[in-house]
Structure formats: structure tokens, C-alpha cells
């Protein structure tokens, strides 16, 4: 029992009242099945966190995560198995010791089953978006009112924290605390991945082939572009994984007019002798991958054959075959001037790594974005190599991407769907 709560036994009969929001004990989802994490995993993730505490001289971290995709639940997720979608985020809270206390979403049936997801024991809800009044009132029973308190982004691409709202809560609740922006502060945790992560990692890669194959199977005249993002991500959801994006356009292959996929699929229906350019990414248990290949709704132009086999294919396995531990991503840039070396324009990006989802270091066409500690290539380090290469004239593009966990002796590629112009 936490501060409020109502046990169910007391709560039955008065459920019409705001004690639902309250109630817990309840023998409601007993029979729900969730996948997670060990409980060894669960404790090196806790420890790892409150080093880095200590390190940083932070007495409590809260550790957000939204359902965006640059969030992907974040740190708040990585500790708590959570996955938010009431908000812009949900909070882990991590005291200098012992276990994080999860503060989400609604109370009432919506706890009770995130308790059945979570292995923390303590789950708050958040007062219908009052979460800084949650925080505050813990952070007090643990007599740390005059702590200094870290805040991890919500989104570590765009930078942004928790909203301002919850910040004033925090700060007029906490008048005596230390209130610090910590950033990506779980990076260094996530981009190398475990053995159980990486798990995960090559589950999501299943899914995602699956889904292109899903996505093949219907490709025909008459199909709108967001039918194929239905199929696809129904064979991501059947399988147990959520969907992060669906990236699907379509063009004449005899007078295109796009360089990469729309990232809302429309209604536009496909007919005979269009090409279908996409990028797809999808996730298990908190892990992402993405891929991306061109489908052809009958035989493709000698000119675009061409394009794939002698262009496409042949300057990402050179860029590929530099993802071995212990090469740098310069190495990986440097294979990628073959496109420039026959002619082709591109996309500035060709690779980025994933930590739940897409996250720096990011290998452009002419320079490389990474800390100084991150230039070479680490084993247990996931890489999306995804060059998009653009005609000379503008008009037409091909996104070709694969998804690799990075080893010692070479990588793996999860996602394993053949390199090949699909001709449906």
C-alpha cells in the first residue's frame, strides 16, 4: 500500500466514487501474461543507473519515457518495463538505493495492469497528469526534500525534458532541492546491449521481416498505400511487438517523382508499373529495428534494374562490410564515397545506431556525429546502415536498409529479409 491508496476489499461497493482512481489489491488481470526481463537483468539495470548517480552526484534521478518515437518509453521504460500512452510521459523514479517506484497514467484498472507488467513493486498513478505532486510527495517520505535531483530527457534526440508543468511542481514543491537537467543520461547504458537485450533486438528483427513479407503479399493494383502499412503492422502486432513507424510511398517507375517513402502513407492506390519505397521499424520488448527495401508492381525497368544491382546493393555491402568491431565509423563513411564515385546524389544520413530507437552516432556522407568515446565500432552495438540514393536528375530514390547488432569478429544482420528488387 502507498499514501492513498484504497485496499480493494474497502474499495468494493464504492467504486462509483473517486476511490476507484485509488484501489489496489484487487484480483482484477491476475491471469495476464507480460513478457520481461530477468530479475538479475532488471538489477544490473538498477545498479548500473545508481552508479552513475553517484557519479554524477545526483541523491534522485527521474527518468522519463513517452510513447514518441525518439522516446520509445526511454529510461523510464528500460527500468520498468512500461510503456506510457496517458502523456507525454511516464516517470522511474531511482532513489540512491534500492528499487525505482514507477509513476504513470491513470489509477483504477489501468494500475492494476501495469502492475502485473512491471517487476517494481511501488506503481503511482499520476493524479490525472499531476506527476510532479507524485514525485514530490516521494521524494519526501525518502527525507531527501533537500536533494539534488537529476531529470533525464524524454526524448534524447530533440533534448527535450519533462513538461513545464511538472517542472514548476517539482521546483515550488521542493523549494530547499537541487534541480538538474541530466540529459541523455541512459545512453552510455543502452548502445552496448546485453545478451537478453540483444534478444530482443533479433526478435524485432523477425517481426519486421514478417511484415515485409505481409506488406509484399497484398501489394497489387487497387491497394492504397495505407493498406500495406495495415498489413505490415498487423504482422508485427500478431507476433507481439509494436509498431514504431510505417515510411510508404509510391511511384510510377516510368515517370517517378520521389525520393523517399511518405511518412503518411495516403490513399493513393497502387497500379501496374509502379515502385513502392518505404522504411519501416518495429520493436519487441522495448527494442527496435527498421528496414527497408523497393517493391515493384510488375517487372521494373531495365534503367532501375540497373539502378539496384550495380549501384544500390553494391555500395551498401561495401559500407556493410566495414561493420566489424574495432573499425571506426570514418571507415564506414569512407566505403560510401562509392556512390558519389558513380555519379549518384543521396540523403545526407547513411547510418544510425539504435538505443530503443534511432540515436547517435550517425555516420553522414562527409562527416561523422559521435562522442569521442563512441568513434570506433563496439560489439553489442545495433547499426541501421540505410543509404538512400538519389538519381542525378532529383526525380527518383531507393532507401535500402538493414538492421546489424555489431561483433568482435564481423556483425549479425537481424533482419533478414533478401537483397533483392521484390517484384510482386
Known amino acids: 500500500m502507498t499514501p492513498g491508496d484504497v485496499d480493494f476489499k474497502d474499495a468494493v461497493g464504492k467504486m462509483h466514487t473517486e476511490v476507484f482512481g485509488r484501489v489496489t489489491n484487487t484480483p482484477w488481470y491476475s491471469d495476464a501474461v507480460y513478457e520481461r526481463f530477468s530479475d538479475a537483468e532488471y538489477q544490473r539495470r538498477f545498479n548500473a543507473t545508481q552508479e552513475k548517480m553517484k557519479r554524477l552526484g545526483l541523491d534522485v534521478l527521474i527518468a522519463s519515457g513517452g510513447p514518441n518515437h525518439w522516446s520509445w518509453g526511454g529510461g523510464m521504460r528500460w527500468l520498468s518495463n512500461h510503456w506510457e500512452w496517458h502523456g507525454m510521459s511516464a516517470y522511474a523514479v531511482v532513489p540512491p538505493e534500492g528499487e525505482p517506484v514507477l509513476i504513470c497514467g491513470p489509477g483504477g484498472a489501468h494500475r492494476e495492469a501495469v502492475r502485473r507488467a512491471t517487476p517494481l513493486k511501488d506503481v503511482r498513478h499520476s493524479r490525472w497528469g499531476h506527476s510532479g505532486d507524485v514525485i514530490v510527495e516521494l521524494i519526501e517520505e525518502w527525507g531527501l526534500a533537500d536533494a539534488t535531483i537529476g531529470m533525464s530527457c524524454v526524448d534524447p534526440v530533440y533534448g527535450h525534458h519533462l513538461p513545464v508543468d511538472e517542472w514548476e511542481r517539482l521546483r515550488d514543491g521542493l523549494p530547499e532541492a537541487t534541480l538538474e537537467r541530466v540529459g541523455d543520461f541512459f545512453h552510455e547504458l543502452v548502445h552496448k546491449k546485453s545478451p537478453e537485450e540483444i534478444e530482443c533486438v533479433r526478435k524485432a528483427g523477425q517481426l519486421m521481416d514478417q511484415a515485409f513479407y505481409a506488406m509484399s503479399a497484398i501489394a497489387r493494383p487497387g491497394v492504397t498505400e495505407y493498406q500495406l502499412a495495415a498489413a505490415a503492422t498487423h504482422a508485427v502486432m500478431d507476433g ?118 534511432s540515436h547517435p552516432p550517425h555516420v553522414m556522407v562527409d562527416h561523422v556525429v559521435a562522442g569521442d568515446d563512441e568513434l570506433d565500432l563496439e560489439a553489442g552495438t545495433v547499426a541501421m546502415l540505410e543509404p538512400t540514393i538519389i538519381t542525378p536528375d532529383g526525380l527518383f530514390g531507393i532507401f535500402f536498409g538493414r538492421t546489424f547488432v555489431l561483433a568482435d569478429g564481423g556483425h549479425e544482420q537481424v533482419t533478414k529479409f533478401p537483397h533483392e528488387l521484390i517484384v510482386v
Open 240 to 357: 507481439g511487438g509494436q509498431t514504431d513507424f510505417n515510411i510508404i510511398g509510391s511511384t510510377p517507375m516510368n515517370d517517378p517523382g520521389m525520393v523517399f517513402g511518405n511518412p503518411w502513407p495516403s490513399s493513393r492506390r497502387l497500379e501496374k508499373g509502379d515502385i513502392i519505397i518505404n522504411e519501416l521499424a518495429c520493436g519487441y520488448n522495448g527494442y527496435s529495428v527498421q528496414l527497408g527495401t523497393p517493391i515493384c508492381i510488375g517487372e521494373p525497368p531495365a534503367w532501375i534494374r540497373d539502378f539496384f544491382d550495380e549501384v544500390v546493393v553494391p555500395g551498401f555491402d561495401l559500407m556493410a562490410q566495414q561493420l566489424v568491431g574495432g573499425n571506426t565509423w570514418d571507415d564506414v563513411m569512407k566505403a560510401g564515397a562509392f556512390f558519389r564515385e558513380k555519379g549518384y546524389d543521396s540523403r545526407s544520413l547513411y547510418l544510425h545506431c539504435i538505443d530503443f530507437v
